[in-house]
């Protein structure tokens, strides 16, 4: 069994990338998945260098975060994976804007109350949303981005991947992350890329 902690911001396509290869490779491994959230807003709030591109994208995650932690607040880790998979499927697969209608849909399509899709606005959840971020930092033991994944307790920033790889090529990755966890010594392993993630199923 390989227990596995997965750090995501919602608004994060690399994350989800990540996230569809997880739960594909995850079907062929013994594998305990635990989704947490974290926060590229919280992550970014004191830059000042940011286009107005990339301050829309910190709008929508601290958007769509304040949901995940009114959701978390009500029902636990549990409703976390399925609200995680319906936002993705409706933001980051079919494209489509994050709305309060959007929202709703995925709350319902997920089995939660569309009106915590009021929470986008409020800033009740803001201080969750910090703490569960914080938790991310802290279990990588630096600042990282998204996503953050932990295997058997070892917990490393990505994997950033460019799209979501065929199931052989996937199941080596995962098992490449395994054996590289195991080594208390690794530390960081990078490849240059370019441009967002494409979500094409293999």
């Known amino acids: 069994m390989t227990a596995v902690e997965f750090y995501f911001d919602p608004a994060c396509p690399f994350a989800w990338a990540a996230s569809r290869w997880l739960i594909d490779t995850g079907q ?26 990339q301050q829309h994208h910190m709008d929508v995650s601290r958007q769509l975060g304040r949901v995940l932690a009114a959701a978390h607040h009500e029902h636990g880790d549990v409703v976390i994976g399925p609200l995680y998979t319906a936002l993705g499927n409706r933001i980051h697969d079919q494209g489509e ?13 997920s089995g939660l109350d569309p009106h915590l899709a009021n929470e986008m606005t409020s800033t009740l ?8 971020h914080q938790e991310s930092q802290d279990k990588l033991g630096s600042t990282g981005g998204s996503p953050i994944t932990c295997l058997n307790g070892r917990c490393f920033f990505g994997p950033v991947l460019t799209a979501i790889p065929i199931k052989t090529q996937g199941d080596k990755l995962f098992d ?27």
Do not use: C, K
Request: without cysteine; negative net charge.
């Open 125 to 132: 959840y803001d201080s969750a949303v910090r703490v569960a």
């Open 97 to 109: 804007p994050v709305t309060t209608a959007a929202v709703e849909a995925a709350l319902a399509d």
């Open 176 to 202: 490449a992350l395994v054996a590289i966890a195991d080594v208390a010594e690794f530390a960081q392993l990078q490849r240059p890329h370019s441009g967002p993630p494409t979500f094409d199923r293999p």
């Open 28 to 53: 062929r491994r013994t594998t305990d998945i635990g989704w947490r959230q974290m926060s590229l807003a919280v992550l970014n709030e004191r830059a000042t260098d940011l286009t107005d591109q």
